[in-house]
């Protein structure tokens, strides 16, 4: 069974998208590099828009 719903899915495959052409930019207005801040980004917005993701951990 999948942990993501598809949207989180294409969220985190636009951002990945965005980071590999260095478009995509974290919260402070860096470029982000790290493939890992990218997923979170992605997850992040797929949490804003309502879609099925797990809590962030604290």
Known sequence: MAK??????EKVEKAMHEMKEGKLKSGSGKKVTSK?????????????????????KS
């Open 36 to 56: 890992k801040q990218a997923v979170a980004i992605g997850l992040s917005e797929a949490r804003e828009a309502g879609a099925k993701v797990p809590k962030k």
């Open 4 to 9: 993501y719903s598809k949207k989180a899915g």
